[in-house]
């Protein structure tokens, strides 16, 4: 069974983006976090890509979804994703990414259960 976590994208600790995952486990998020920033930072359009919580958790979603369609061409056929209000009761592991302005977020993991 896959691991169920939460990414929070934050801004002085309140959660403006949680994003529900599922996954093989913390180092697997943790990777993915690392790869994501890199790609964000060397796509954005933007001087200060991490400034926005709610921006870099959108993009998050997109960069995501392309990764988990099983099929390319059906960009929109992903699974194990999803945007949440509230953190689900089943995760194992919950990421807080606090906002940086001028570098990658920090990440801070916890396991939940």
Do not use: T
């Amino acid at each position: 069974m896959a691991m169920k976590s939460v990414v929070s994208f934050e801004l002085g600790g309140v959660p403006y983006a949680r994003i529900y995952l599922e996954g093989d486990g913390p180092e697997e998020v943790e990777h993915e976090l690392e790869a994501f920033f890199d790609d964000f930072e060397s796509q954005s359009q933007e001087q200060h890509p991490f400034a926005d919580p709610n921006y870099v958790g959108a993009a998050f979603v997109v960069w995501q979804a392309l990764r988990r369609a099983k099929d390319p061409s059906k960009p929109l056929a992903f699974q194990g994703l999803s945007v949440v209000v509230d953190e689900p009761e089943d995760v194992a592991c919950r990421f807080r990414l606090e906002r940086a302005v001028f570098e990658h977020p920090k990440v801070e993991m916890e396991e939940v259960g």
